[in-house]
């Protein structure tokens, strides 16, 4: 026990040290705030989710105390709560009865990554509506927060009007990010938590620590219900008011969840393609540099969630390597 508290008191001062660097404002610490939830996924995967829960709590008090608590939430709806859930989900299993034995079954890697969408864009929701419930007052809240982000970045007064170098009209570009940027936010998150929870899981693994086997990513697969849900949240976009602007944020998450199928699908059925390595890395340089080809990933994870594009390839060259042992 004590143990799992000493864990959980370095991780939370890890994580809150890396959330509160931010508030130098230089650009190395935007990136080390990426990274605060690392510590924590660390001590979940690596020692149980109630270290992650200590680590939470010891960083939640601290910023509390010496930040305010106003960056206190912020930190534990952003950052505390969503490592803590995906840390735990990570580790989640129950015993299963096999043919050699008694066995684990792990919980499935597809249903993280739908949880980590879900949780992301939940988390940018809760921040909205703490400007209101109406379209106005978040948008309102969400423009504020934009143009003080951008005054800080440019160095423009509170009392004069906001200068960006080389935009004409910074009004008009507010208004576009007052629409892209809650849906950017929330697939942003949930590629930062899935990259940090691989991180986590690498740094245990080597470790020795790691209970789970590493996943064999390529065959992923999503619950049942994923289709649905974002049937629903796509539906939801067309309905006016604060009910759109939730969908959209649900949508682009569920989209980007897709992409990655998708991606495993290239994995998949590029393996004995040569050029392979070349294909591969043209693709996410393509995705990478213009943004909008990872649509076409999510259409394609749509269509193996239909045609199950992996399964015929698995059943012409056989199935891939099962999950290999961390020992």
Do not use: C
């Not at 935007?30 to 660390?42: E, T, Y």
């Not at 800080?152 to 170098?165: C, E, I, M, T, V």
Request: glycine share 10%.
């Amino acid at each position: 026990m004590m143990q799992i508290v000493l864990i959980g008191l370095g991780a939370g001062a890890a994580a809150a040290f890396l959330f509160a660097s931010i508030a130098s404002g230089s650009p190395l610490s935007f990136l080390l705030a990426n990274f605060a939830l690392l510590p924590i996924m660390i001590a979940a995967v690596g020692w149980t989710h109630y270290a992650a829960i200590a680590a939470v709590a010891f960083a939640t008090v601290g910023m509390g105390l010496t930040l305010g608590w106003t960056v206190a939430v912020a930190f534990l709806i952003g950052i505390g709560v969503p490592a803590w859930w995906i840390g735990y989900l990570a580790l989640l299993g129950r015993p299963v009865s096999t043919p050699a034995g008694d066995d684990i079954e792990w919980y499935p890697v597809g249903r993280i990554v739908v949880w980590t969408a879900i949780l992301s864009a939940g988390v940018v929701v809760v921040t909205m509506l703490r400007y209101g419930f109406d379209v106005a007052q978040m948008q309102s809240g969400l423009r504020r927060e934009l143009e003080r982000a951008l005054r800080f970045l440019s160095g423009s007064p509170a009392g004069s009007p906001l200068r960006l170098p080389n935009i004409r009209d910074p009004e008009r570009l507010i208004d576009i990010l007052v629409l892209i940027v809650p849906p950017m936010k929330a697939t942003a998150l949930m590629m930062t938590s899935l990259l940090n929870l691989w991180l986590a899981g690498l740094i245990v693994r080597v470790s020795g620590r790691l209970k789970r086997p590493w996943p064999a990513i390529a065959t992923m697969s999503f619950p049942s219900f994923t289709p649905t849900l974002l049937a629903v949240a796509v539906a939801g976009t067309f309905l006016p008011g604060a009910v759109g602007i939730i969908s959209g944020v649900f949508t682009a998450s569920l989209l980007l969840a897709y992409a990655l199928l998708g991606f495993t699908v290239v994995h998949v059925l590029t393996a004995t393609v040569g050029g392979r390595g070349f294909m591969l890395t043209g693709l996410y340089f393509m995705v990478g540099l213009f943004g909008w080809p990872i649509l076409f990933m999510s259409v394609l994870g749509l269509i193996e969630t239909m045609a199950s594009l992996r399964a015929r390839a698995f059943a012409r060259r056989g199935p891939p390597p099962g999950p290999t042992n961390p020992q």
